[in-house]
């Protein structure tokens, strides 16, 4: 079974508007890190934002956010005022394991951005 | 700054061969990771490591082995190279603790076996 799931292949936004993109998880663990990266056309993975299963409040980084919903099981990321520089591949992954064996994560199939000009 | 490192960009072998691909960090990290990515399938976890010669095998191993000598050395190796191997390949590295710390990824070697 998918432990990451991303419904959207891809998405368009016009420059300046807001953008959210989708991720649900799928963990039967209690302790768990939800990540969201950036892959643009030089292929490079940037990490963008970090969520704890025990954070209460919502991640924020700059123009990035993330909607956290633990009981729906989703880890949204939201990026205010669009940039043409945004246009790029877009992964949601869960790291989980236990901490004296070895963590993994696992990402989700990502959502190609492109904002429009 | 984490720097992950890898050996190559760009990489055309031909069927049979044996492939190295190495990935250094520098940042004293216990874990490391050997993903490919594949357009339309994410990353995929080949192999991974949590400490000097201990491996785990990921979703893909098949194919694959890995080599992990030093901490801050991890090695895919290709023993009989492939068509369906040509992918791009992506190392990465983390602390082992807590779930609350990111991976840091090289820069990726994009592999062509002819």
């Known amino acids: 079974a998918q432990k990451i799931t991303q419904t959207q292949p891809g998405m368009f936004v016009q420059e300046k508007e807001a953008v959210t993109l989708d991720c649900t998880y799928d963990t039967s663990d209690q302790s768990y890190g939800l990540f969201w990266y950036k892959q643009p056309s030089s292929g490079e993975m940037i990490f963008l934002i970090y969520q704890g299963s025990y954070d209460e409040q919502n991640a924020t980084e700059g123009r990035y956010s993330l909607n956290f919903q633990k009981a729906r099981k989703s880890a949204n990321l939201v990026i205010s005022a669009s940039q043409l520089g945004d246009s790029a591949m877009y992964f949601c992954a869960m790291r989980e394991g236990q901490r004296n064996y070895g963590q993994n994560f696992v990402f989700g199939p990502g959502t190609r951005l492109s904002v429009l000009p | 700054d984490v720097k992950v490192t890898q050996s190559s960009r760009y990489l055309v072998k031909r069927t049979g061969e044996k492939v190295f691909l190495e990935c250094v960090q520098d940042m004293d990290h216990e874990n490391m990771f050997w993903y490919r990515q594949d357009p339309g399938l994410g990353l995929r976890l080949i192999y991974f490591s949590y400490d000097v010669k201990m491996k785990e095998k990921g979703d893909i191993p098949e194919g694959y082995s890995v080599s992990r000598e030093k901490k801050e050395r991890f090695s895919l190796i290709l023993e009989s190279a492939s068509t369906n191997q040509t992918s791009m390949y992506l190392c990465?590295?983390?602390?082992?603790?807590?779930?609350?710390?990111?991976?840091?990824f090289g820069p990726g070697t994009r592999l062509t076996v002819l």
């Open positions: 990465a590295s983390s602390r082992l603790g807590p779930n609350t710390d990111t991976q840091y």
